[in-house]
């Protein structure tokens, strides 16, 4: 085979320009280094029978109606809006902060009315959102950051809030009302049948071949004639030659329980101030999966591992900025993705910059 496009990563970056090209008529040759398509998205059956996601529970939501649209090509979907509850102290309480969780936190009984005023007394207001310090304490003050932000953000990034770039924090918004819902897109859906088979429908076309368990390293000199489309940690395609740009990871412990049929009140629990793990998910509130028993994952995060996280602060950005002017400057290749982009990107998001990237190559080499 000789393809006009090598395609580096069968996630949601890969998997789009693949089926954009191929159905430009294009020949797309995809390759993945691990056994399986999907990503970070893969989601399989445990031995028991219960559809999980290997690498954390993703669910998925966008504002965007053309990605929703796209992808309803390949999936059916499932209503689903997921829910989180935090452990401070003895109590559960709804994460993002909302009327509810201020008032089971404090004992009060305020009003949706009355819960700005209170947010305005004990908020510390920041001139310039800098850091995700500043975003916390401008919005919700000390209390409420020590108990829902300082522990876990401390956990997942090995780092104090105050040295994230603010965009990680501002991903939790906060609210006045009794709204206990994770996200607030307009469409919050899981794809009917799992992640795996939506893939699965996607690149079964005939301009597309498929090769998993392949190291683009192993190949690349194969298809000098192919342009690369690379997915993968930008760091790595150019050798690490500025040094290595920091990803955080992840160890999942996955769990089966066989004679618990529902093992928490909601799809995550988040664990801000105790233990090694940041939260455990149970799957079936996400998929809707029917079975006697229920599979959970506790999230770990460590340094070294599989590269899950761009991890967003200045020094990182710099040294990506100069990785992406290696980029730029290189022939024959385009990188989309996550890791190739060191964006910390939701899955909408992917879809929506893969489409842009595809459809820009078909316009620059018909
Ligand atoms: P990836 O899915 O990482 O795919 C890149 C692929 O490239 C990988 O399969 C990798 O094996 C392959 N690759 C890398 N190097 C090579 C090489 N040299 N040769 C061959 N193959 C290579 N988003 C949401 O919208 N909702 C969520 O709930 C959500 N939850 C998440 C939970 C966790 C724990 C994590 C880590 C992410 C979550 N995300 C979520 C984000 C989501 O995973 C990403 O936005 C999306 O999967 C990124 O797609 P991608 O194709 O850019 O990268
Ligand atoms: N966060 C926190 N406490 C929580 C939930 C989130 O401190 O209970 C912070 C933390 O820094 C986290 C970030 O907000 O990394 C983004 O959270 P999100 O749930 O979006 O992370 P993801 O699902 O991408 O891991």
């Not at 710099?318 to 890791?339: C, D, I, N, P, S």
Request: hydrophobic letters at 35%; proline letters at 5%.
């Amino acid at each position: 085979m000789h393809p006009d496009y090598l395609i580096v990563g069968a996630g949601f970056a890969g998997s789009v320009c693949a089926r954009v090209l191929a159905e430009a008529g294009k020949a797309v040759l995809l390759v993945d280094k691990r056994r399986h398509i999907g990503g970070n998205a893969y989601d399989e059956r445990d031995a028991h029978g219960v559809l999980i996601h290997p690498y954390g529970p993703h669910i998925f939501h966008t504002n965007s109606k053309k990605v929703f649209e796209y992808l309803s090509r390949f999936t059916a979907w499932r209503f689903y809006e997921h829910r989180v509850l935090a452990q401070v102290g003895a109590q559960l309480l709804p994460i993002p902060i909302n009327r509810t969780t201020i008032n089971q936190l404090y004992g009060l009984n305020l009003s949706e009315d009355e819960v700005p005023s209170y947010l305005e007394k004990v908020r510390q207001p920041r001139e310039s959102l800098q850091t995700s310090e500043d975003v916390v304490l401008n919005s919700v003050g000390l209390d409420l950051c020590d108990k829902f932000f300082r522990g876990y953000t401390k956990k997942q990034w090995g780092l104090e809030l105050s040295q994230l770039s603010a965009g990680v924090a501002a991903r939790i918004p906060t609210r006045s009302n009794d709204d206990d819902r994770y996200f607030s897109d307009s469409f919050q859906f899981m794809p009917a049948e799992g992640y795996t088979a939506m893939f699965e429908r996607m690149l079964d076309h005939p301009g597309i071949a498929v090769r998993t368990s392949c190291d683009f390293k192993d190949i690349r000199d194969q298809h000098p004639r192919a342009h690369i489309i690379y997915t993968g940690p930008i760091d790595a395609y150019f050798d690490h030659c500025y040094g290595a740009l920091p990803y955080r990871s992840l160890s999942f412990a996955h769990e089966h329980l066989a004679d618990t049929a529902q093992f928490q009140a909601v799809g995550t629990v988040n664990f801000p101030n105790e233990h090694a793990y940041t939260r455990i998910t149970e799957f079936k509130h996400l998929t809707g999966q029917q079975h006697v028993g229920t599979s959970i994952v506790r999230e770990y995060p460590q340094a070294e591992g599989d590269p899950y996280y761009p991890v967003p602060r200045p020094e990182n950005e710099a040294l990506f900025k100069r990785y992406q002017a290696l980029a730029e400057a290189a022939q024959g290749v385009t990188f989309v993705g996550r890791l190739a982009q060191y964006r910390y990107y939701n899955m909408d998001q992917i879809v929506a910059t893969a489409l842009t990237a595809a459809q820009g190559l078909l316009e620059t080499q018909p």
